[in-house]
T-cell receptor, first 109, second 113 residues
Framework: KNEVEQSPQNLTAQEGEFITINCSYSVGISALHWLQQHPGGGIVSLFMLSSGKKKHGRLIATINIQEKHSSLHITASHPRDSAVYICAVSPQGAQKLVFGQGTRLTINP | EPEVTQTPSHQVTQMGQEVILRCVPISNHLYFYWYRQILGQKVEFLVSFYNNEISEKSEIFDDQFSVERPDGSNFTLKIRSTKLEDSAMYFC???????????FGSGTRLTVV
């Protein structure tokens, strides 16, 4: 069983739609990370959170530690948001990230 | 904004050859990492490095792999005798502390033929 599961695996939406990507994990963590990977392959860190909610521009990340669940929301989605969004966790006591398989998001104009 | 720099961006090598992937982490970061992503698969942890020694490694990181910080700025990953299955994108990352955010390099695409 994967330690980090994301849903959906693929998501296609129209420009302007509200997007939600979900992440569930099965281990105790010190933090959860949301990352973005563009077609060229580079990985960009979006959020690191250990409780509550964080917002940056049109992106919002939430985490529920008790339920071991996090969501990434994108408001007013735009074609430039098209990318793979990856959830990764820092297991307690470990010096590494454990990655989910990613969610491929396509926003059509 | 500070960046993690990786070179080369793409390397093609023959099976059995040694390769060295190079990374320059952010200067005030203390923790350094290598990850890899086989095409179409998720990113996997290889090794973390702190205080000039390996602090954690995965099952993937066997005797064929080694890491080094030779001069206080570069951080290298060496694969001694490459196999076809080593073909992947290799990402270097660094962080100030283990519970801080990570900065990733843009990756080195290694193709073993």
């Amino acid at each position: 069983k994967n330690e980090v599961e994301q849903s959906p695996q693929n998501l296609t939406a129209q420009e302007g739609e509200f997007i939600t990507i979900n992440c569930s994990y099965s281990v105790g963590i010190s933090a959860l990370h949301w990352l973005q990977q563009h077609p060229g392959g580079g990985i960009v860190s979006l959020f690191m959170l250990s409780s509550g909610k964080k917002k940056h521009g049109r992106l919002i990340a939430t985490i529920n530690i008790q339920e071991k669940h996090s969501s990434l929301h994108i408001t007013a989605s735009h074609p430039r948001d098209s990318a793979v969004y990856i959830c990764a966790v820092s297991p307690q006591g470990a010096q590494k990230l454990v990655f989910g398989q990613g969610t491929r998001l396509t926003i059509n104009p | 904004e500070p960046e993690v720099t990786q070179t080369p961006s793409h390397q093609v090598t023959q099976m059995g050859q040694e390769v060295i992937l190079r990374c320059v982490p952010i200067s005030n970061h203390l923790y350094f990492y290598w990850y890899r992503q086989i095409l179409g698969q998720k990113v996997e942890f290889l090794v973390s490095f702190y205080n000039n020694e390996i602090s954690e490694k995965s099952e993937i990181f066997d005797d064929q792999f080694s890491v080094e910080r030779p001069d206080g700025s570069n951080f290298t990953l060496k694969i001694r005798s490459t196999k076809l299955e080593d073909s992947a994108m290799y990402f270097c990352a660094s962080s100030v502390d283990v519970d801080w955010g990570y900065t990733f390099g843009s990756g080195t695409r290694l193709t073993v033929v």
